[in-house]
Nanobody
Framework: QVQLVESGGGLVQAGGSLRLSCVASGSIFSVNVMGWYRQAPGKQRELVATMTNGGSANYADSVKGRFTISRDNVQNMVYLQMNSLKAEDTAKYYC?????????WGQGTQVTVSS
């Protein structure tokens, strides 16, 4: 059973920074993709950033240049450094792990950016 646990959300002023962390536990195949998605009230869940175990990253256009994803393959952790936060970044952020045909989600962590 794979579990994902996020941390690091909170309330921040526009222009500020936050760092999200996610740790995966359980039986995890080494070839995988970890990343972050977000969902604002009344909107669909959307991709923020993902990274393969080989280090290849993919970002949503809306966060390019402001957010940086990184991961620690030994610790099965993924991070999201968020800088220059905007009010429109306010959402619940979910950690995601894709392994072969399986997808796992964390419970989410709230990020609120005040303008």
């Amino acid at each position: 059973q794979v579990q994902l646990v996020e941390s690091g959300g909170g309330l921040v002023q526009a222009g500020g920074s936050l760092r999200l962390s996610c740790v995966a536990s359980g039986s995890i195949f080494s070839v995988n993709v970890m990343g972050w998605y977000r969902q604002a009230p009344g909107k669909q869940r959307e991709l923020v950033a993902t990274m393969t175990n080989g280090g290849s990253a993919n970002y949503a256009d809306s966060v390019k240049g402001r957010f940086t994803i990184s991961r620690d393959n030994v610790q099965n952790m993924v991070y999201l450094q968020m800088n220059s936060l905007k009010a429109e970044d306010t959402a619940k952020y979910y950690c995601n792990l894709r392994v072969l045909a399986d997808t796992f989600w964390g419970q989410g962590t709230q990020v609120t950016v005040s303008s």
